[in-house]
């Protein structure tokens, strides 16, 4: 079948078993060449992946269009959302039959399945995001220095990442400070609601940051060793980078580009400071081998390792199609 998108007004009944993938451009995405070879791995037979394509900030009667015809398609299995996390369970919570505790205490949507118990919404970032973390920053790095975080954009990726860095339960091996920085107020004004609901004693500190100026000052003033997230969408979902050219990361630092396909300006200008400064350079593909796999055990009620073997395997299936 083609790659070629939907849209909320181009809905039309699923002929297989399918999952969609709710984005702004899902059809460039490596997905479309992943999904083939993990549904055959997984004996998930004549399964289909088929994207959705909404604007950023899309209407709210289109989200609920599209969950209501999930809910109502037989064979539509469930969905993964990305980019519209937040906005898709703003406008269609009420939708939903039942929510998981990680999508209610999140605020958002990243992954739709159906079951016994109806339609169901879920919150797979703290999971998938923390998985991801682990895998490129060893246990007792916090521990070791006074290093911050840094997340640029308050979106659902920052939320569940500062939950993830914060949760009292990792002792003395969380950041000194948890900075986030966007553009507009009203996401600060939610992920700050957010914190405030954590159980934490995690300094956290937002900086509203329109210009990419705004954002270098705030790296500017992190301490040696710390983190700095780009998890804005830009680069992928929009041209260009939160940073500019000349702003200069932490020293000894590390840098994670949340996005693995497009126009990766913060990659590069994090890559052009690896070693002078970084320490370490990230960009999303391990974020997106969590995140898939653990959207897709979800959809079609198999269990999927996230590390070992099996794991390994279907990451080598994917990394083929890079």
């Keep these: 079948m083609s ?92 939708l939903f039959d039942s929510t998981d505790r990680f999508a209610t205490m999140m ?52 939320i569940a990442i500062s939950w993830y860095l914060s949760q009292e339960e990792r002792g003395d091996d969380r950041p000194a400070r948890i900075v986030v920085s966007n553009r507009s107020q009203l996401r600060l004004d939610h992920i ?19 210009e990419a100026q705004d954002n270098d000052r705030a790296m500017a003033a992190l301490a040696a060793g710390s983190l700095v997230v780009n998890a804005t969408g830009l680069g992928k979902d929009a041209p260009g980078s939160p940073i500019t050219d000349a702003g200069r990361f932490p020293s000894a630092g590390l840098a994670w580009e949340l996005n693995y396909r497009g126009d990766l300006v913060f990659l590069d200008q ?26 897709i055990g979800e959809v079609f009620h198999v269990d999927i390792p996230t590390s070992g073997p099996t794991f390994d395997r279907l990451s080598d299936l994917a990394r083929a199609t890079r």
């Design 270 to 295: 994090a890559h052009a400071q690896e070693g002078s400064r970084l320490q370490h350079v990230e960009d999303g593909w391990v974020y997106f081998l969590h995140g898939w796999t653990q959207v």
């Design 192 to 210: 700050r609601e957010f914190h405030a609901g954590l159980d934490t004693d995690t300094e956290f500190e937002y900086v509203l940051a329109p």
């Design 107 to 158: 605020g958002e949507t990243s992954c739709i399945s159906k079951s016994d118990a109806g339609l169901i919404c879920h919150a797979k970032d703290p999971i998938s995001s923390g998985l991801a973390l682990d895998a490129f920053v060893p246990a007792g790095y916090w521990r070791a220095s006074s290093a911050d975080a840094l997340c640029i954009g308050a979106g659902g990726s920052t």
């Design 3 to 94: 790659p070629t998108a939907m849209t909320a007004d181009t809905l039309r009944p699923a002929e297989v078993p399918t999952l969609y993938f709710i984005g702004v451009s899902t059809a460039s995405s490596s997905i479309q060449s992943v999904f083939p070879r993990w549904a055959a791995e997984l004996g998930l037979g004549v399964a289909h992946l088929q994207g959705i394509d909404l604007p950023l900030h899309a209407p709210a009667e289109h989200y609920r269009r599209v969950v209501e015809f999930i809910a109502a398609d037989p064979l539509s299995l469930g969905a993964l959302v990305t980019t519209h996390k937040i906005d898709l369970y703003r406008a269609a919570a009420d």
